[in-house]
């Protein structure tokens, strides 16, 4: 058995947020959904499905009970949650998949618990739309192309969010990062949910701590906050990145969704929004 991939949907979600995503994967032969966790309001588990250690990529939808817990106290279950994976099931390393605030607790979850021995090793991470850095940047007059053009590195930051950086060195050192970030029509800075500035920040965060940071930009219909989990062009990218053994992850990725026959690979200073 390969590394388990976790999938965490967000704040007020359910399965119907992760659901695109393992059935994508499932349909194209490169995963296996083996098991659904539900989270209790209690911390409470159960487990429906089996992990088989003769199936090479299996799949796990964590749902969270009370949807709009505090994050601290996902990442508490989730952390409970790979103990148990480890010591019932054999886990020795997974992958995380996260929507919206499910990436920002599997982010935590990698810091916080970073170098806890009882939990499998995190080998690869995927973030979509997180808002990392809460609100900030929501309202920026910045357009997409101004925000892309800056460092990762955001103007102002949350308490949380200065607690992680000083906290970031015990993130895991060997797992690699694709943070997928959404715009619905490539000017406006933010996927009507999320901004632009606040989804980057965890480049800034994880970069040179974990082993790679990519970036998947999405502008267009995909780029809105609850189409990106849905749409098969961010679909396929993450297929590609946790389970393609000769794929090669871009530092930075633009998917076009107005032109679903065109994707783009360019750096931010050579963004041409109007083509």
């Known amino acids: 058995m390969n590394a388990v991939t976790i999938f965490v949907h967000g704040f007020n979600g359910n399965a119907d947020s992760t659901d695109h ?32 250690q003769q199936v090479a990529n299996p799949m796990v939808q964590v749902l969270f009970e009370n949807n709009r817990a505090p994050e601290r106290r996902q990442v508490s279950w989730m952390h409970q949650l790979l103990i148990k994976l480890r010591q019932s ?72 969010f200065k607690k992680l950086v000083r906290n970031r060195h015990l ?58 989990n849905r749409s098969q062009n961010v679909s396929r990218e993450i297929n590609q990145f946790l389970w393609d053994e000769k794929y090669i992850a871009q530092d930075f990725k633009l998917i076009n969704s107005y032109r679903a026959d065109k994707v783009y690979q360019l750096a931010p200073e050579e963004l041409n929004w109007a083509n």
Not at 25 to 47: R, S, Y
């Open 21 to 52: 995503l393992i059935h994508g994967a499932q349909k194209n032969g490169w995963a296996q959904k083996m098991l659904v966790v539900k989270i209790k309001n209690d911390g409470a588990m159960d487990f429906d499905g089996e992990l088989d």
């Open 89 to 160: 099931f054999g886990v020795e390393q997974y992958n995380g998949v996260g929507h919206s605030l499910g990436s920002n607790v599997l982010v935590n979850l990698a810091i916080k618990f970073g170098k806890d021995s009882r939990l499998p090793a995190l080998k690869k991470l995927v973030t979509i739309a997180g808002p990392f850095n809460g609100l900030h940047g929501f309202l920026s007059q910045d357009t997409v192309k101004d925000v892309m053009a800056k460092s990762w590195e955001p103007n102002k930051r949350t308490h949380h």
């Open 171 to 228: 993130f895991p050192k060997g797992a690699e990062v694709l943070n997928v970030i959404g715009s619905v029509d490539g000017i406006l800075n933010n996927d009507v949910y999320v901004a632009v500035d606040s989804a980057r920040a965890v480049g800034y965060l994880l970069d040179g701590v974990a082993a790679k940071v990519s970036e998947l930009m999405v502008i267009g219909p995909d780029g809105y906050h609850c189409e990106l």
